[in-house]
């Protein structure tokens, strides 16, 4: 019974969409947000597989306040390496969308109706390789299905890009089974935990340290003031790699990170990053300045006086008030006025602790998430500073392809609301390999040994997020 009445709603929506599209001639996005009983976020994104492998895309954040799962795609908003103009060009494609648009009943909730959710790679100038194919430098999904899982209920947003001459009937009765069979194959749904072994293979780690040691000198001698510098390790393993049972690890190893996962094709980038680029909520913006590290202790006290440590450490303290520096100046471009504290407190994830500082502003009237994205990436805490002077230097020092890893992560609903984390504790899955990301921010007085450590603790969320252990 409950399918007749939404077939109804969703038949009647897709019929103005298709009568739309002839007047106006182009394609019309219906979009139908409705309420729904509680759907777990991690099975839901497992379910999806069936009907559309390579079309999934999980986002939540530390507090999980805000859960979206997309499944499959009704539009596809892409830009080619080497566009410079790539922010705005996403901007513009999904205005244009926007303004041929349906949707029943509007703007309930942020998060809900019409959102896509992608992200971009770390820089459109870097040589592709090819396990990065298909991650271009942007890349956002318009969900067929989306899943919205906030403190206030859930929401399932069903998308089409209707045509004039679409086959309304049959459009409406195949989604509304795809629909109830998502929702059926959810409640069934047992998630497995297979064990899992593998190999790790770290590239020439001491030509990374040398290159650690040449960029400190560097930064002595005045070149640059920072540079983050990332190493890339493969994962052989066994069988492949399932971004649904990784999910769920991640989410209970990491509860105080966001989570991502972004599929293209038979690859997934995937992750538990505990650091926001940023936020816009109405007319607020949020940033995070997270840079400057040491590892957790063993015990209560150790945590402590290491976290004592890390708030007193000259070299860190430098390290993350580069990144305030830049934070500061970029959000002040596109805010009326900003809120910085005077100090950073200790932000502690499962495996490291961080300095952290949160910047808070009141947009200027037309600001948008995207343009504040521009402004901010690469933030210090992932390229360096000054911002264009890293970002070349990155392209020339490293010899990996950091594909989307450090770049930004994450969704914009059609208020223009949204949120982007930056990559990092990721990695990239392509059937039985994994390629994991960890980066450092390097600054005069560096040690290449103990940056070195850090990237290791850096790659652990993800390693163990893997499952099962090193053969
Ligand atoms: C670049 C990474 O971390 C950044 C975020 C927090 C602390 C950092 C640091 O202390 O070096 C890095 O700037 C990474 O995890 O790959
Ligand atoms: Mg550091």
């Known amino acids: 019974m409950v399918s007749v009445i939404k077939q109804q709603e969703l038949h009647e929506l897709l019929y103005q969409g298709a009568r739309q599209a002839d007047e106006r001639g182009q394609a019309i996005l219906v979009s139908q947000v409705r309420k729904v009983a509680p759907i777990d976020p991690l099975s839901f994104f497992s379910v999806g597989k069936k009907h559309f ?20 795609s009704a539009y596809k908003f892409s830009v080619d390496q080497e566009d410079e103009h790539r922010f705005d060009t996403i901007e513009k494609q999904w ?33 592709n390789v090819s396990h990065w194919e298909g ?21 399932l947003t069903v998308n089409h890009v209707t045509t004039r001459d679409m086959d309304v009937k049959q459009t409406a009765e195949n989604m509304l089974n795809l629909f109830d069979s998502l929702i059926e194959d ?11 072994t593998y190999s790790i293979m770290e590239s020439d780690t001491e030509a990374w340290k040398k290159t650690v040691k040449e960029a400190a000198r560097d930064i002595r001698n005045g070149k640059m003031e920072k540079i983050v510098l990332a190493r890339e390790v493969e994962v052989d393993s066994k069988r492949k790699f399932n971004p649904g049972e990784i999910l769920q690890r991640l989410n209970s190893q990491q509860p105080d990170s966001f989570l991502f996962a972004i599929e ?23 940033s995070t300045c997270l840079a400057g590290s040491i590892k957790r202790g063993k015990t209560a006290e150790e945590d402590e006086l290491l976290g004592e440590e890390l708030l007193n450490d000259e070299k860190n303290l430098h390290e993350h008030q580069l990144v305030v ?14 809120q910085v504290p005077e100090e950073p407190v200790l932000y502690k994830v499962r495996d490291i602790q961080h300095l952290y500082t949160p910047v808070v502003g009141k947009a ?11 402004r901010l990436h690469p933030t210090p805490a992932l390229g360096g500073y000054p911002k264009d002077r890293a970002i070349s230097e990155i392209r020339e020092r490293e010899i990996m392809d950091r594909g989307w890893y450090a770049a930004p992560i994450g969704w914009i609903d059609s208020r223009g609301d949204g949120e982007f984390a930056v990559g990092i504790r990721s990695g990239l899955l392509d059937g039985k390999k994994a390629f994991l990301f960890a980066g450092c921010g390097i600054v005069g007085d560096s040690d290449p040994e103990s940056e070195y450590q850090e990237t290791r ?11 099962g252990k090193e053969s």
């Open 457 to 467: 603790i850096k790659l652990r969320p993800m390693l163990s997020a893997l499952g």
């Open 53 to 72: 492998p390579g079309e999934r895309t999980y986002w939540t954040e530390p507090t999980r306040e805000t859960t979206l799962v997309g499944i499959g």
């Open 186 to 196: 959810c409640a069934s749904y047992n998630p497995s935990q297979e064990e899992q």
């Open 364 to 374: 200027k009237y037309g600001t948008t998430l995207i343009s504040m994205v521009e």
């Open 325 to 338: 520096k830049m934070i500061r100046d970029a959000m002040e471009t596109g805010c009326d006025f900003i």
């Open 95 to 127: 205005n244009a969308l926007l303004e041929n648009s349906i949707v029943g009943p509007s703007a309930i909730s942020s998060g809900t109706g019409p959102v896509i959710v992608g992200g971009f790679s770390f820089d459109p100038f870097k040589a």
């Open 135 to 155: 991650f271009s430098a942007a890349s956002f999904l318009l969900p067929a299905f989306l899943l919205t899982v906030k403190e206030e209920g859930t929401w």
């Open 264 to 286: 293209r094709e038979n690859k997934c980038f995937i992750g538990a990053s505990p650091e926001r680029l940023v936020k816009k909520e109405e007319d607020k913006f949020f």
